[in-house]
């Protein structure tokens, strides 16, 4: 009884730090809750392990290869995460998630096309989607196509009234179209929201929301002709 009480606890206490006790069978969902938890302490390696794990016991559920996608994404290995993502849209084209989440591992790669084409469809199946407006605005601007950047940027901003990034997207697009005053609102707008986008070094950082080097750049020179 006393080994039964000991094992028990030192389980338990394993659990508790994050690791998969020995002998004790965990289900997918529990693999899910596990790999969440590794992501947010950026242990990206032992998250996919157990995000593999539920995958293997739960082969359908797509929210869960979404989830395993998307952690490959975070941890670099973007070629792993497209080909996740990917073999997700073929056994359910219409899993928005899964559109979105690949679209954007299309724009850090600069596959812009395959970018535009994947966000396309995700908005087509979501069309209030502003994770797919605001992407197909950023891949748009790189491929020197304005007025759908524009277009894009500005009805992000508006399906998310709250997140500045559609506004610098939008600030962008119109700086390039040469609109300055326009450009430049944009940009203010954005700091009435966040202060902190007053700072140009906290500019890249953008990076972390699929902007590129080239635009983290002209979103400093807005910044700067603002002054």
Same mark, same amino acid.
């Given at each position: 009884?006393?080994?039964?009480?000991?094992?028990f606890v030192?389980?338990? =206490?394993w %659990?508790?730090?994050?690791?998969?006790?020995?002998?004790?069978?965990?289900?997918?969902?529990?693999?899910?809750?596990?790999? $969440?938890?590794?992501?947010?302490?950026? &242990?990206? +390696?032992? *998250?996919?392990? !157990? =995000?593999?794990?539920?995958?293997?016991?739960?082969?359908?559920? $797509? @929210?869960?290869?979404v989830?395993?996608?998307?952690?490959?994404?975070? /941890?670099?290995?973007?070629?792993? /995460?497209? @080909?996740?993502? $990917? /073999?997700?849209?073929? &056994?359910?084209? =219409?899993?928005?998630?899964?559109?979105?989440?690949?679209?954007?591992?299309?724009?850090v790669?600069?596959?812009?096309?395959? *970018?535009?084409?994947?966000?396309?469809w !995700?908005?087509w %199946?979501?069309?209030?989607?502003?994770?797919?407006?605001?992407?197909?605005?950023?891949?748009?601007?790189?491929?020197?196509?304005?007025?759908? *950047?524009?277009?894009?940027?500005?009805?992000? !901003?508006?399906?998310?009234? @709250?997140?500045?990034?559609? %506004?610098? +997207?939008?600030?962008? *697009?119109?700086?390039?179209?040469?609109?300055? !005053?326009?450009?430049?609102?944009?940009?203010?707008?954005?700091?009435?929201?966040?202060?902190?986008? #007053?700072?140009?070094?906290? %500019?890249?950082?953008?990076?972390?929301?699929?902007?590129?080097?080239? #635009?983290?750049?002209?979103? #400093?020179?807005?910044l700067?002709s603002l002054?």
């Amino acid at each position: 009884m006393r080994r039964w009480i000991l094992g028990f606890v030192v389980g338990w =206490f394993w %659990l508790g730090q994050g690791g998969v006790a020995p002998g004790l069978a965990m289900s997918a969902s529990e693999y899910r809750q596990l790999g $969440l938890s590794y992501r947010q302490q950026e &242990r990206y +390696a032992e *998250a996919i392990v !157990a =995000f593999r794990q539920a995958v293997n016991l739960e082969p359908d559920n $797509l @929210s869960g290869r979404v989830l395993l996608g998307w952690t490959l994404h975070k /941890a670099g290995q973007r070629a792993d /995460a497209a @080909s996740e993502l $990917l /073999a997700t849209l073929y &056994r359910d084209p =219409f899993e928005v998630q899964a559109a979105n989440a690949l679209g954007i591992v299309y724009l850090v790669e600069g596959q812009l096309l395959g *970018a535009v084409a994947t966000h396309t469809w !995700a908005e087509w %199946l979501k069309p209030d989607n502003e994770i797919a407006h605001y992407n197909l605005s950023l891949a748009y601007q790189r491929l020197q196509m304005v007025e759908p *950047a524009i277009a894009h940027a500005a009805e992000a !901003a508006k399906l998310e009234p @709250s997140n500045p990034h559609p %506004l610098i +997207a939008l600030a962008i *697009a119109q700086w390039d179209k040469g609109d300055r !005053a326009q450009a430049q609102q944009a940009y203010r707008q954005t700091i009435g929201l966040d202060s902190r986008y #007053q700072d140009p070094a906290f %500019l890249n950082y953008l990076d972390e929301a699929g902007f590129s080097q080239d #635009q983290i750049v002209r979103s #400093q020179a807005i910044l700067k002709s603002l002054n």
